[in-house]
Nanobody, 122 residues
Framework: QLQLVESGGGLVQPGGSLRLSCAAS????????IGWFRQAPGKEREGVSC????????SYADSVKGRFTISRDNAKNTVYLLMNSLKVEDTAVYYC???????????????WGQGTQVTVYS
């Protein structure tokens, strides 16, 4: 069964950090571009960051640029999203997705995880 599982979400105060993980089972991630997306209550899901299958390229939404870092360890079949300097507005369910597409749009991503909750509270 092809599956992506996110982990690492939780509660954190503004200015804090979290590292999200996206682990694959049933397939290897090294053939896929990976995107991180988030959906806040009452809002549409939006692209946060993406990384190419080799790890050579990465992109970020303007709202997280300079604060979030995406990386991947293909040997561990895992992609990470390090989130620093978190803000209340970063509160959302975070999803990872895998597919042939590289970018922050949702199209072209074939496999999606169930999401992990990130709550930044003051």
């Amino acid at each position: 069964q092809l599956q992506l599982v996110e982990s690492g979400g939780g509660l954190v105060q503004p200015g804090g950090s979290l590292r999200l993980s996206c682990a694959a089972s049933g397939f290897t991630l090294d053939q896929y571009n990976i995107g991180w997306f988030r959906q806040a209550p009452g809002k549409e899901r939006e692209g946060v960051s993406c990384i190419s299958f080799s790890g050579a390229s990465s992109s970020y939404a303007d709202s997280v640029k300079g604060r979030f870092t995406i990386s991947r360890d293909n040997a561990k079949n895992t992609v990470y999203l390090l989130m620093n300097s978190l803000k209340v507005e970063d509160t959302a369910v975070y999803y990872c997705a895998a597919g042939p597409y590289y970018g922050l749009a949702q199209r072209g991503y074939d496999y999606w995880g169930q999401g992990t909750q990130v709550t930044v509270y003051s």
